[in-house]
């Protein structure tokens, strides 16, 4: 395995970190988190439970006084010490106006 400091960067788009609500859905259960960071191409969100690698999530985020929603895709599910989770999420087919809504959002934070 490389050493953290080599290991080459896999991502498409610059992440921000940015806490903002977010709802998603899994097994049709609708469960309420907040964002940690946060990109055109994902996010990563804290969870009290853990969700499965390559689970298909619905998500919705509350931008300003807007929705960016989108299908997503877990990517990773880290354990924390404290027993929450860091689920990485990239989002699928998303709809072409929640993008950019995303994209205004977070070019204004650049």
């Given at each position: 395995m490389k050493p953290q400091?080599?290991?080459?960067?896999?991502r498409?788009?610059r992440?921000f970190?940015?806490?903002n609500?977010?709802?998603?859905?899994q097994?049709?259960?609708e469960?309420?988190?907040?964002?940690?960071n946060l990109?055109?191409?994902?996010m990563?969100?804290?969870?009290?439970?853990p969700v499965?690698?390559?689970?298909e999530?619905?998500?919705?985020i509350?931008?300003g006084?807007?929705?960016?929603k989108s299908?997503g895709?877990?990517?990773?599910?880290?354990?924390?010490?404290?027993?929450?989770?860091?689920i990485?999420v990239?989002?699928?087919?998303?709809?072409?106006e929640?993008?950019?809504l995303?994209?205004?959002y977070?070019s204004q934070?650049?």
């Open positions: 400091a080599l290991r080459k960067e896999r498409k788009h992440r970190e940015l806490i609500l977010v709802v998603y859905k097994f049709e259960i469960k309420i988190t907040k964002t940690i990109s055109v191409g994902g990563k969100m804290r969870t009290e439970f499965p690698l390559h689970e999530l619905e998500i919705s509350k931008i006084d807007e929705i960016f299908e895709k877990v990517m990773y599910a880290n354990e924390r010490k404290n027993g929450d989770y860091d990485g990239n989002f699928v087919n998303a709809p072409e929640s993008l950019n995303l994209s205004q977070l934070r650049e």
